[in-house]
């Protein structure tokens, strides 16, 4: 794929996670708002000028040229004229309890969704890395604990892991805490062992940085040999004619013992023709190809089309299936959204405290980048990413700050114990204040985006 291509291609993904997360969000907002007799005049999908308006139970459903948000506008006084008959279905009449389930809805519909899509993939059953791990570099954290290559980690501090996404979770916790994780692994022999790790001396500041490497925690990676399983249609390999199955055996002169070889140099080969040398059915031959350029987590690469021939003994080695019957993955769904959601509010609140850095703030154009990759890496990946998009725009907006959904409820909660609204210039003054926020967090977001697209 062209790098135009791949821009396009990053950015549709990222228009549907947006789109989804918008309109389930605003679904919330209206249905509770219907349930609750309030008259809802427009649900706008983007803001500025309406591209396409359509009129449905008295409601019109628009999209707009920006799409960066959307918004429910409710029948209300403070807005507008009301006739004497609809009275009873302005927001501003309704009782303060029926103004906070409407207000609340936006964001637990975000989290609702997670946990659906949680749900689904864990009755599914997806496949996953097991964490079986590799000889740790010497001087980490991993390697003083005694970490050895062929370790499987079976817990995390008594949790039981089956998963390297459950193990790094799990380990993120502590590391946050600056405190110890004990992994209990299974070594190469079977014999069980617990290997304390030491996390008080991890930086967890640089946003770019895996947590997992710095620990000195990597997967096992056995070695493939260096054979082509598949070649993508209409890529350089297939246009110089590159098979299924052939062999490399040297890139720019340079032998080639296994694919890791073979990935490296077609990586760093933007911008120069490699030279390959191969076996096809015992013959050697030579072709020469141009690798076409990508942007990867900000790197530039080089790819040809070419995956590697898979054994099927190491993906049972490298690989488990984890499903779940229904109830047991409907309850491990909502623990996942939780523990994802307090996890968003702990880092939020370390960042204003200053414990933690503030690059560590993504930005569309990360979201972006991040969205292409987990669609490449197929539907699962793709799913999981709306899963935690979601959740942490559900937690986003249930912050305290005006003119975002917890700024309502704010002003709600003084309404209870005021025991009456508040003033017009208070709430002006705080949307005054809350889009001041916004657009100064906006702005830092692009500021970190901009900044990794530079240094790397």
Known sequence: MSSAGNLLYYLAAFALVLGVLIVVHELG?????????????????????????????????????????????????????????????????????????????????????????YWALFIQGVEELRPLLSAPAIGTAAAQAGVASGDLIRTVNGKSVATWQEARWEILQPALRHQQATLGVETHKAELIDRTVELNGINLDDPDGDLMQKIGLELYRPVLKPIIGKVAPDSPASRVG?????????????????????????????????????????????????????????????????????DPNTRIEMMTFV???????????????????????????RMLTGELSWRNLSGPVTIADYAGQSARMGATQYLKFLAMISISLGVLNLLPIPILDGGHLLYYLAEIIKGGPVSERVMEVGQQIGLTLLVLLMAFAFYNDINRLISS
Not at 324 to 349: C, E, H, N, R
Request: glycine letters at 8%; aromatic letters at 8%; hydrophobic letters at 45%.
């Open 29 to 117: 907002h209206y249905a509770i708002a219907r349930l609750c007799g309030v008259k809802v005049l427009r649900f706008s999908v983007g803001f500025g000028k309406t591209l396409l308006v359509r009129r449905y139970a008295e409601t019109d459903w628009t999209i707009c040229a920006f799409p960066l948000g959307g918004y429910v506008k409710m029948l209300d006084e403070r807005e507008g004229e009301v006739a004497h008959e609809e009275l009873g279905q302005a927001f501003n009449r309704q009782p303060v309890f029926k103004r906070i389930l409407i207000v609340v809805a936006g964001p637990l519909a975000n989290l609702a969704l997670a946990v659906l899509i």
């Open 323 to 349: 499903r779940y019957p229904p109830a047991a993955a409907l309850l491990k769904s909502v623990t996942q959204t939780w523990d994802t959601s307090i996890f968003s509010l702990k880092m939020i609140g």
């Open 242 to 310: 590159l098979r299924a199955d052939d062999e490399f055996t040297s890139i720019d002169g340079t032998t080639i013992a296994s694919w890791a070889d073979v990935a490296n140099a077609i990586r760093n080969s933007v911008g120069h023709v490699l030279k390959i040398s191969l076996l096809r059915d015992g013959r050697a031959l030579n072709v020469e190809v141009s690798a076409i350029e990508e942007v990867e987590k900000g790197h530039r690469i080089g790819r040809i089309g070419v995956m590697v021939k898979e």
